[in-house]
T-cell receptor, first 113, second 115 residues
Framework: AQSVTQLGSHVSVSEGALVLLRCNYS??????LFWYVQYPNQGLQLLLK??????LVKGINGFEAEFKKSETSFHLTKPSAHMSDAAEYFC???????????FGAGTRLTVKP | GAVVSQHPSRVICKSGTSVKIECRSL??????MFWYRQFPKQSLMLMAT?????????EQGVEKDKFLINHASLTLSTLTVTSAHPEDSSFYIC???????????FGQGTRLTVV
């Protein structure tokens, strides 16, 4: 079984500041890891994913995340926040060998002008 | 990327009636689709896994007689909320993955309001 913990249900940063959203996972088999973004009343859009290979993955809108197996973490970062980054962010984990995908509780990012 | 289309995006129904929500994979075949429910400012709760040609697998605590799932083809899964009550009001989202090495693609979601 796998699970995801997102530390901090709400993160607030100033425009131009570093964004750091934390995600720790638990999985009994090698995991695939994902970050999704959700805007109000919409579905989820993929930001980036880790399956195999390079542990530092780059996604859309300037986001990136690093898979750290020793820390069971997959934190999401962006060097400089933009107002348009304000949204809900979900980390998700899936075993490499089946379709089951589990989501964290989500982190609401607020960007202050 | 792959596209998953969900319809309707919004629906209002009266208590006691049934509502059907459709989820279609437009450019890939999906033997498995997933249905989630999301309460305001909360995460996605997996309700059930929809399997083409067989019965859905429901998560613990989800009433299968209330939330009927049919996966009649490789591109279509439907969720029917039967005898809807106001507490069924929520945001319902479906997803599908073309294969294990790809991410899940999500429908746009359906905002259900039961009055």
């Amino acid at each position: 079984a796998q699970s995801v913990t997102q530390l901090g249900s709400h993160v607030s940063v100033s425009e131009g500041a570093l964004v750091l959203l934390r995600c720790n996972y638990s999985s009994s088999v090698p995991p695939y890891l994902f970050w999704y973004v959700q805007y109000p009343n919409q579905g989820l859009q993929l930001l980036l994913k880790y399956t195999t290979g390079a542990t530092l993955v780059k996604g859309i809108n300037g986001f990136e995340a690093e898979f750290k197996k020793s820390e069971t973490s997959f934190h999401l970062t962006k060097p400089s926040a933009h107002m348009s980054d304000a949204a809900e962010y979900f980390c998700a984990v899936s075993p490499y060998n089946n379709n089951d995908m589990r989501f964290g509780a989500g982190t609401r990012l607020t960007v202050k002008p | 990327g792959a596209v998953v289309s969900q319809h309707p995006s919004r629906v209002i129904c009266k208590s006691g009636t049934s509502v059907k929500i459709e989820c279609r994979s437009l450019d890939f075949q999906a033997t498995t689709m997933f249905w989630y429910r999301q309460f305001p400012k909360q995460s996605l709760m997996l309700m059930a896994t929809s399997n083409e040609g067989s019965k859905a697998t429901y998560e613990q605590g989800v009433e299968k007689d209330k939330f009927l799932i049919n996966h009649a083809s490789l591109t279509l899964s439907t969720l029917t909320v039967t005898s809807a009550h106001p507490e069924d009001s929520s945001f319902y989202i479906c997803s599908a993955r073309p294969d294990l090495n790809t991410e899940a693609f999500f429908g746009q979601g359906t905002r259900l309001t039961v009055v």
